[in-house]
């Protein structure tokens, strides 16, 4: 007997998210958008043409270093990208797309030592976060124009082996295993993050496909790690000295009760998100 697959379009489909999403997903018809997204006639033509049942927006460009090179290019992407697909469901789809989920960033916070619920306070810590701020105000000053169930993901810090080598992770990698030092300084070693496994960051977006969820939700762990914590698991039994200084401190740390009474709960800690990091990297 053959099993229905949902049929969802998918932007961002290369990217360490969306290309794991695909991979652990099997119950999808994905039907990635290949153009560009900043071209609305590009995506007019991708929304008409196909009969999607949910879009799973994960385009836009990253790397905090990216966004400072390159602001108005990433505002482009980030904002105008989601705002061209915004405008297209109004246009042709209102009435026929079940769901849209938007990929959001805890960057949209004002860093805070309180863990950080869905309406604390909006100031963004990065211009990344500007940008996806903006493309979330558009969402919610639009979806009253739609049937569409639109759901916005703030996700919080994750870690997987092919993110590019400006994130904190990779750069920690490279510092203990490639390259031969003996004494390293990082900068802002006891700033608190909120970590999860890119396993986790897929199974709560399936996790919120499946409840049809509206509004904004955390996608976090909830629980805070001190990136000099995650520096000592990284190193091992590595004979390294490890010196920091206080830096900037921007801590960002999740509540989850929203998702959370919805039935979701992350299924690794700290330990196990970093040995699959390891064991990945080393494959």
Known sequence: MSIHKIKAGITGHKGVIGSEFIKRNNNFNFIPFEGDITNQTSVDKWIKSNPFQIILHFAAIVPISEVEKNFLRAKKVNYNGTKNLVDAIIKYRHNNLIWFFYASTSHVYKDSNKKIKENSKKLPITRYGITKLMAENYILQKKKQTHVKFCIGRVFSFFHHKQKPSYFIQTAYRKIYQQNNTHIFFTGLHQYRDVLGVK???????????????????????????????????????????????????????????????????????????????????N
């Open 200 to 282: 986790d960051v897929c199974g709560a977006i399936n996790f919120l496909c499946k409840k049809k969820a509206e509004g904004i939700y955390n996608i976090a762990s909830g629980n805070k790690t001190k990136l000099l914590k995650i520096i000592r698991i990284l190193l091992g039994k590595k004979k390294i000295k490890i010196t920091t200084n206080r830096g900037v401190e921007r801590n960002l740390i999740a509540s989850i009760n929203k998702i959370s009474n919805l039935g979701w709960s992350s299924k690794q800690n700290i330990n196990q998100i970093l040995k699959e990091y390891l064991k990945n990297k080393r």
